[in-house]
T-cell receptor
Framework: GDSVTQMEGPVTLSEEAFLTINCTYT??????LFWYVQYPGEGLQLLLK?????DKGSNKGFEATYRKETTSFHLEKGSVQVSDSAVYFC???????????FGKGTKLSVKP | ETGVTQSPTHLIKTRGQQVTLRCSSQ?????VSWYQQALGQGPQFIFQYYREEENGRGNFPPRFSGLQFPNYSSELNVNALELDDSALYLC??????????????FGNGTRLTVT
């Protein structure tokens, strides 16, 4: 069945470091892909999305490119800030049921 | 615009009891989905409601049930609570049109603790 696998955390970086969080998916066809972010005590916020192969989603300095050859959607940011500390979830859209399939999440801590 | 709101924010129940969680969808959204997020895990799809009917269900037993009202708000009901039901319950709303569905917008969740 459909699934999403993302790198396990926690990830600890210094401010201004480069961030990569790996995400791969298995699915029938080419689902839309998403990154959501969850700050402490809050729900999920949509960070970025891509709806077809080779699409690049971007928002707030974060980017991810939909790679169908490697079934991946890795999240990157060139220079992280303390305020980026949160849990990041990769997700794919299962259109047949109309729901998101989430990875387990990656906790990012950015130190000043 | 008003976002997705959930109530209550926290709840403590005893095993075997029943609980009702509530969700008001974002203005203009006609579809509501519920997810369960256990500690340290990603959210798991429970079910979705569209036009007041269940329209997709994940791998959850029948003691998890729901309602959607004409104003698109929704309830999640869980009967015969078990310790493993302790989790953050997230409600998400979206707009479904003939061209598909918009991205999900999540509320802040209800933290349920079963003792």
């Amino acid at each position: 069945g459909d699934s999403v696998t993302q790198m396990e955390g926690p990830v600890t970086l210094s401010e201004e470091a480069f961030l990569t969080i790996n995400c791969t998916y298995t699915a029938t066809g080419y689902p839309s892909l998403f990154w959501y972010v969850q700050y402490p005590g809050e729900g999920l916020q949509l960070l970025l999305k891509a709806t077809k192969a080779d699409d690049k989603g971007s928002n707030k300095g974060f980017e991810a490119t939909y790679r169908k050859e490697t079934t991946s959607f890795h999240l990157e940011k060139g220079s992280v800030q303390v305020s980026d500390s949160a849990v990041y979830f990769c997700a794919s859209w299962r259109g047949s049921q109309g729901n998101l399939i989430f990875g387990k999440g990656t906790k990012l801590s950015v130190k000043p | 615009e008003t976002g997705v709101t959930q109530s209550p924010t926290h709840l403590i129940k005893t095993r075997g009891q029943q609980v009702t969680l509530r969700c008001s969808s974002q203005s203009g959204h006609n579809t509501v989905s519920w997810y369960q997020q256990a500690l340290g895990q990603g959210p798991q799809f429970i079910f979705q409601y569209y036009r007041e009917e269940e329209n997709g269900r994940g791998n959850f037993p029948p003691r998890f049930s729901g309602l959607q009202f004409p104003n698109y708000s929704s309830e999640l009901n869980v009967n015969a609570l078990e310790l493993d039901d302790s989790a953050l319950y997230l409600c998400a709303s979206s707009v479904r049109t003939g061209q598909g569905a918009s991205p999900l917008h999540f509320g802040n969740g209800t933290r349920l603790t079963v003792t």
